[in-house]
């Protein structure tokens, strides 16, 4: 009985290292992969937490650096986070941040330099949709209308599409295009919230331009409200 035993498992083993032999080498690998693949992704969570803990602490830094309004310290703190963690979020708030310094200090090439960095950088919709906003507003200030048309084109996320009708109508309005301005001003008032006082100033801007704005915004294209 011994004997049988010993034989199956001499056999079972036998098979064992047949098959270890045709698909050993295999195995190794995918073990190899899986687990490379596993470090690697532990590896970069690593890695992801320690870019957002530096670029955190750097943003301390630029916030410091800007109540002090030294222009010099401001460009290099910027210059730094912009390089080090550009693809941060806390880069895309530093652009804003600093941005409205230079347009408080009339460095008005600076801060359209800041704010079309975040437009063109920045991965959340968010953030390019506030910088592109600011930025036509500059150029809508320097009398650059076109320029700042050309960046309320295209697509904003859903909330603040009566901003971009707002400030369209205000551009078009300053080129002498009083029907294209009500126009967007008519979806501006659709698409505010009923009450809020940003409604409300699209109403004196209708109603200045002898526009009812209940009209207007009746006329104009769909949108959310």
């Not at 959340?124 to 906003?133: E, F, I, N, S, T």
């Amino acid at each position: 009985m011994a004997n049988q035993l010993d034989l199956e498992e001499q056999e079972q083993l036998d098979q064992l290292k047949h098959y270890w032999k045709q698909y050993g080498n295999m195995i190794t690998w995918v073990l190899i992969a899986v687990l490379g693949t596993y470090a690697s992704w532990n590896f970069y969570q690593y890695w992801q937490r320690s870019q957002a803990q530096q670029a955190a602490a750097m943003f301390d830094e630029v916030e410091r650096v800007v109540k002090s309004t030294d222009p010099a310290k401001i460009d290099r703190v910027f210059g730094d986070i912009k390089d080090k963690f550009g693809s941060t979020t806390y880069a895309q708030q530093a652009g804003l941040l600093v941005a409205k310094e230079y347009y408080a200090a009339g460095k008005l090439d600076a801060a359209k330099a800041a704010l079309g960095w975040v437009a063109d950088k920045s991965s959340d919709p968010g953030y390019q949709a506030v910088a592109r906003l600011r930025l036509a507003g500059i150029l809508m200030d320097g009398k650059a209308y076109d320029e700042a048309l050309k960046q309320l084109g295209g697509s904003f996320p859903a909330n603040f599409e009566a901003l971009v009708a707002d400030r369209k109508g205000d551009i078009l309005l300053l080129q002498g295009k009083k029907k294209e301005a009500a126009a967007e001003y008519g979806k501006a008032y659709q698409r505010f919230d009923e009450g809020t006082e940003y409604r409300r100033l699209v109403d004196v801007k209708l109603s200045a331009l002898g526009v009812d704005p209940k009209g207007a915004a009746a006329a104009a294209p769909e949108g959310k409200k």
